[in-house]
């Protein structure tokens, strides 16, 4: 069992989330200008990373936020969880602990 | 202390080579896919200057972690005709490889509980019929009849409503298998190297040449990638993508108990599926943790959840004690359909993609992968499991289609 950390809400259960898989692919800005190879990229390939990745996370039975986390998949370890928008932290970063909304 | 000097030990099944400098071929990862991949290209291909290299212990993988099980009722063509080739192999396997592994064939139920359910079970009964897939339909008292010990009463949460039955599924001793394929390519010259980590890949232009190892260079005519959960990392080493992501898949057995469990129940509503393995434990498992993972592990509530569903199906388990829970690492593609044929690299052939249900398949990988290998073309099994159907987009749905928990 995972203990994650709501940028809003702060540490809950795993069991609050819903995984969304790779951070950080933006929609293509001009679609219809895409080659099938890309296209296909774009739909159905994702980085499979072993060790740290950046990933989404809906907090989807708590306050229904997205947000991003960098975690290592071979251990499971949450190095880093940050708002939608914000930009990967950098590894070795100390990461503020996030503070629940009031 | 015992004066009585311990028995010989029995003739190991296959020896432990050093690698040699170069091999025809060269196969990574050493579960039964890969074993499967050499014992063909062996026997229907001649070429015997192969290598199997695994990076821990010979079918330590997903090979020692699956839940056995073994059936061919899938509902999409191409699969039926890939899992039903896999099924009569399976049928011959124990006498031409000389080894009783326990192949048994004794039906599985995959059970119906809303009306969904049972429409989408009728049809793929319908369309299995079509594919020469052996199914029947049967209703709730029926389903009692092969499964005494299945709950279809109808005051339960999800009552069973029916099930669809294939009688020549089953379930083998898996580790058995990975070692009757072992002495058979063993037998025909292949070498198996254990403890042997691909760490890259030696290139001339476009074309692979070799692998580097933990245990050196060694060269290669042509190079299959049987990794399942890490082919992405072996893809990414010779620099092209899969369209791969790994989960931990969970699956747990109980204590030794009394044979009670006569067939395999699956269910994809409840989310469980249950056997009882020839030497007693019950196995079971269900679905995959929903986040990517190499770490052999998951969540407990994942095992939680299928043991309440399986509870409710079997009120005899309620008092059964759990001996071990385990997990691997499944590679899940887009359309959960496997990937078997040719990649960006001249050379460097791929087979990965079974997500969670590689094991009953091992003979048909092994016999499709071998053919691509050996001739450069898809035999016309794998033909539709390439890796440019997610460019043409013609995927081979069995996620959005069939509902069978893979």
């Not at chain 1, 709501?6 to 933006?26: L, M």
């Not at chain 1, 200008?33 to 980085?47: G, K, M, N, P």
């Not at chain 2, 039964?32 to 695994?54: C, D, F, K, P």
Request: glycine share 10%.
């Amino acid at each position: 069992m995972m203990l994650l950390t709501c940028p809003w809400c702060g540490p809950r259960n795993e069991t609050e989330f819903h995984y969304g898989g790779q951070a950080h692919v933006a929609y293509p800005e001009r679609p219809a200008d895409l080659t099938d190879e890309e296209w296909a990229e774009f739909l159905f390939f994702r980085d499979n990373t072993r060790g740290p990745f950046a990933e989404r996370w809906a907090h989807s039975v708590g306050c229904r936020r997205w947000f991003n986390a960098v975690r290592d998949t071979r251990t499971y370890e949450v190095l880093a969880v940050y708002r939608p928008g914000d930009p990967r932290p950098a590894l070795g970063d100390a990461v503020p602990a996030p503070t629940p909304a009031p | 202390m015992s004066t009585t000097p311990l028995p010989e030990h029995p003739a190991w099944l296959w020896r432990n080579p050093d690698p040699k400098p170069s091999y025809d071929a060269v196969v990574v990862g050493g579960g039964g896919h890969g074993l499967a991949t050499a014992y063909y290209l062996a026997r229907n291909h001649g070429l015997t200057n192969i290598a199997v290299l695994e990076k821990g212990w010979l079918a330590g993988g997903n090979m020692a972690r699956n839940t056995t099980i073994i059936r061919s009722n899938y509902l999409l063509d191409q699969s039926a005709a890939m899992y039903e080739f896999a099924l009569r192999l399976w049928e011959d396997l124990p006498a031409e490889l000389d080894y009783d592994f326990l192949f048994s064939q004794r039906g599985v139920l995959n059970l119906a509980h809303t009306l969904q359910d049972v429409r989408e079970s009728t049809r793929r009964v319908n369309a299995n019929r079509l594919n020469g897939v052996d199914a029947e339909w049967l209703d709730a008292d029926e389903v009692a009849k092969v499964c005494p010990i299945l709950n279809t009463s109808p005051d339960i949460r999800y009552p069973v409503l029916g099930a669809t039955f294939q009688p020549r599924a089953g379930i083998a001793k898996h580790d058995h298998v990975a070692w009757a394929f072992a002495r058979a390519c063993d037998a025909m010259g292949v070498d198996i190297i254990q403890h042997c980590e691909v760490t890259g890949f030696v290139r001339d232009g476009d074309r692979v040449v070799g692998v580097e190892t933990t245990r050196g260079r060694i060269g290669a005519g042509v190079v299959g990638l049987t990794a399942a959960g890490h082919s992405s990392v072996l893809a990414e080493a010779a620099g092209f993508r899969l369209p791969i992501q790994s989960h931990p898949l969970q699956a747990l057995v109980s204590e030794l108990y009394e044979p009670v469990h006569p067939t395999v129940v699956m269910s994809n509503h409840v989310h469980v599926y249950a056997s009882q393995a020839h030497k007693g434990e019950l196995v079971m498992g269900a679905g995959v943790d929903s986040y990517n993972g190499y770490g052999q592990r998951g969540s407990f509530h994942v095992i939680e959840h299928q043991m309440a569903a399986a509870v409710e199906l079997f009120p005899i388990f309620a008092r059964a004690h759990l001996l071990r829970t385990w997990g691997g690492i499944v590679d899940v593609s887009p359309d959960a359909s496997p990937i078997i044929g040719p990649t960006p690299v001249d050379g460097l052939f791929v087979n990965c993609g079974w997500g969670t249900g590689g094991f009953k398949a091992t003979p048909s990988a092994g016999w499709t992968m071998a053919h691509t290998m050996a001739t450069g073309e898809p035999h016309p099994l794998n033909r539709p499991f390439g890796l440019e159907r997610f460019t043409t987009g013609a995927l081979v749905d069995e996620h959005g289609a069939a509902a069978v928990a893979h």
